[in-house]
């Protein structure tokens, strides 16, 4: 088929200089999308993965236990795309008022993710709709501490940004000029609320992402925004109950690819490699995390199993177990107050579990150790590259 140039160019004078910025035409494409069987039987496939992961919590006895550390696990991979080195168990160290492994500053940026996460489905559950209104709270969440603190938290940028180069003379690609990104990002909202015309949820997130990314409308924080935005739009629009898909993994695996597809749809209107891609990716990652939900099923059968074989202590045992697939990085302190179980107790019990193989201590104290279950913590990180 015949591609065009999904946008236009405006020169811009920045810094002495001239350059070309680009300005995304508004979605719905303004061509006709070629839907060849293969590409729509992709579609049809990423669907039935994401009914798929959408139903896990048919087998999980409490969903939420495993959304805690999913949702961190995606903060680290997605921080990890922007240059952090902070591991799940440097957040949830973090998250204990305890020192990390790595600067600060990245743990910081990791957190702030988390929260903005947090912040952004929170609201969408009071009904507020996703909005330019709610990108730019998220925003400003998101770069409420660290190193992004002094990058216009929370408002659309007031002048002109690029990716790649040193200046916007030599960029790998200038987005739109500042009045021209508010001009955009307000179509875009029209886009997200089905206007001009109705798009399928899958479609729209597909297409929203590369429109969000090629506004580039922040100084700072674009492409975890933009990688949220589409858990955002599937929550939102009910094609997910619970904010399981994330797509970082498969985006920083596939990194020069994903950052060439993007640009072949904004200069030559290659729409449908991109279309192919991101199914793919949701095809991938969906079935990632039902594996990974159902692994991690099993060995919390396989744990309980062992830990009812140690007599009376296993009543109390199995509750501090249970605590610990929802927080698998935690002091003995925490788990007095999550369990309501007595100090004595809980170190006994987790004595116990030192011998079963199924924590190991972190810390050398007499009060408030760190214990890790570390089982819980490798199934987390398959295939992620992380360290525990």
């Given at each position: 088929m015949k591609w065009e140039i999904q946008?236009?160019?405006v020169t811009i004078s920045t810094a002495g200089e001239?350059?070309?910025a680009f300005v995304p035409a508004p979605l719905p494409p303004n061509l006709s999308l070629e839907w060849t069987p293969d590409l729509r039987s992709r579609f049809d496939e990423a669907l039935l993965a994401l009914g798929r992961l959408d139903s896990i919590s048919t087998f999980l006895s409490?969903?939420?236990l495993f959304l805690y550390m999913y949702v961190r696990k995606e903060a680290v991979l997605s921080s990890m795309i922007e240059g952090t080195q902070s591991s799940l168990?440097?957040?949830?160290?973090f998250e204990m008022d305890m020192e990390p492994g790595v600067p600060l500053d990245d743990v910081r940026e990791v957190s702030n993710y988390v929260a903005a996460m947090d912040y952004g489905l929170h609201r969408l559950a009071e009904g507020f709709p996703l909005s330019l209104r709610l990108i730019k709270e998220m925003h400003g969440v998101l770069l409420s501490r660290g190193r992004g603190a002094s990058q216009t938290p929370g408002e659309f940028r007031r002048t002109q940004n690029w990716i790649g180069g040193t200046r916007p003379g030599n960029a790998?690609?200038?987005?739109?000029p500042a009045d021209k990104a508010l001009e955009c990002m307000?179509?875009?909202?029209?886009f997200l609320h089905d206007k001009p015309e109705p798009t399928p949820v899958l479609l729209k997130a597909a297409l929203a992402h590369v429109q969000f990314e090629t506004i580039h409308p922040f100084l700072d924080g674009n492409g975890r925004l933009g990688r949220l935005l589409i858990t955002l739009l599937l929550c939102e629009q009910k094609m997910l109950r619970d904010p399981l898909l994330y797509l970082s993994l498969y985006?920083?695996?596939?990194?020069?690819?994903?950052?060439?597809?993007l640009n072949e749809v904004?200069?030559?209107g290659n729409w449908e490699a991109w279309l192919d891609f991101f199914a793919e990716a949701v095809i991938v990652t969906a079935t990632q995390a039902v594996d990974t939900a159902r692994q991690l099923v099993d060995l919390a059968d396989e744990d309980r199993d062992r830990i009812s074989g140690i007599g009376r202590a296993a009543a109390s045992a199995l509750r501090v177990h249970r605590a610990l697939m929802g927080r698998p990085i935690t002091s003995s302190g925490w788990l007095v107050e999550k369990t309501g179980v007595a100090p004595a107790t809980v170190n006994k019990c987790l004595r116990n579990l030192e011998r079963l193989g199924i924590v190991r201590e972190l810390t050398s104290r007499k009060r408030n150790r760190v214990f890790s279950y570390a089982g819980y913590l490798n199934i987390m990180n398959q295939g992620t590259g992380l360290p525990g």
């Open positions: 946008g236009r160019y001239k350059a070309r409490d969903i939420s168990s440097d957040l949830l160290l790998a690609f200038v987005p739109p307000g179509k875009l909202e029209l985006f920083k695996t596939h990194r020069e690819y994903y950052y060439k597809l904004r200069l030559s």
